[in-house]
């Protein structure tokens, strides 16, 4: 699994519709054969900050990926929107499809 999580910084003034904006560039990355998850989530404690985990099957689910047209378009709607550039995580976690349980905790009884 190809394991990816990009921090962006957005201007203010679009921080508020950051998640429309890059909406149709999430619903196609989404429904890739290769994609296993692709959410956004914003930081609680800087309001301007979102970070995308995301995650392919293998390099040639994320090769697709960076070379669709959804992927072009999603870049140059977000760069108007960013004030820095995006800082990122690029693994490969071997015999790893998507989530697993995590063994620590469980909801009581």
Known sequence: MIFIAVRFTV???YTEEWLSLVGPFTE????EPGNLFFDWSRDVEEPHRFT????????AAAAAH???DHFAAGLETMS???SRTPEIINVTVPDQQGWGAMAELAPRP
């Open 66 to 68: 960076v070379g669709s």
């Open 11 to 13: 201007r203010p003034e």
């Open 28 to 31: 196609a990355t989404r429904a």
């Open 52 to 59: 995308l985990l995301e995650a392919f099957a293998d390099d």
């Open 80 to 82: 108007a929107a960013i």
